[in-house]
């Protein structure tokens, strides 16, 4: 396992469009986190899984915005409804807790809402 | 609540010096870590400390963690161009496994 996956990497959309990103954490890794941040700020907390349950959700996660671990190994993220200001990175994290939740990030998906 | 301050939020420095990147949390904390970000690329783990005194070194980059002073540093040692980056600390709420709070981030910017 070489680490958290993403995919897509770059997403291009126009406003209005629905779109879906996927993370897969690593293997062993039972908690899993998506993160939003926008340029020069940090990650904000979006959601946050434990298996397939999704125990915490900002109140940035609109109405729009919904995400599901249905097995408890990867995740979708789905924005409904785009709009310009989604523009962001997306990161998605996984841990154990056995190693002090220390946070792996996977590579990002950067959505661009034309 | 905790909070967590750092600075200086941004910092240009010279190949060859030494610098020290300051991460205040305002609550108890049982731990904290620091990530680095390459622009445009995602988080990368660099330390986790657990216990008061705690130091741990890689490279050019050493972390230590005073939960007395609710401080940790970040120290730079004979900085090169590679360690130009945004380096974030994050400290881990006591009352909340999961809950990790994030600093804003510096900036470092290593100009030869």
């Known amino acids: 396992d070489t680490g958290v996956s993403q995919d897509p990497r770059h997403k291009i959309t126009k406003r209005g469009q629905n779109v879906t990103f996927r993370c897969d954490p690593i293997?062993?890794?039972?908690?899993l986190y998506w993160y939003r941040q926008t340029l020069g700020q940090g990650p904000e907390f979006l959601t946050y899984f434990q298996n397939e349950a999704q125990l915490e959700k900002s109140r940035l996660l609109s109405d729009r915005f919904s995400a599901e671990r249905p097995k408890g190994s990867f995740s979708t993220l789905e924005i409904q409804r785009t709009e310009q200001g989604d523009s962001a990175m997306y990161l998605c994290a996984s841990s154990f807790p056995g190693s002090y939740n220390e946070q792996f990030f996977g590579p990002g998906t950067r959505l661009t809402v034309l | 609540e905790l909070k967590v301050e750092q600075n200086p939020l941004f910092l240009s420095m010279q190949e060859g010096k030494n610098y020290t990147i300051y991460c205040n949390y305002s609550t108890t904390s049982d731990r904290l870590y620091w990530y680095r970000q390459d622009p445009g690329k995602s988080l990368e783990s660099l330390f986790v400390?657990?216990?008061n005194g705690a130091v741990k070194q890689e490279g050019r980059l050493m972390a230590s963690l005073d939960t007395k002073a609710r401080l940790s540093t970040l120290h730079i040692t004979a900085a090169v161009h590679d360690l130009s980056a945004t380096y974030f600390c994050l400290a881990g709420d006591a009352g909340n496994n999961r809950k990790l709070i994030w600093g804003l981030g510096t900036s470092l910017a290593v100009n030869p």
């Open positions: 293997s062993e890794h039972n908690r």
């Open positions: 400390l657990l216990s």
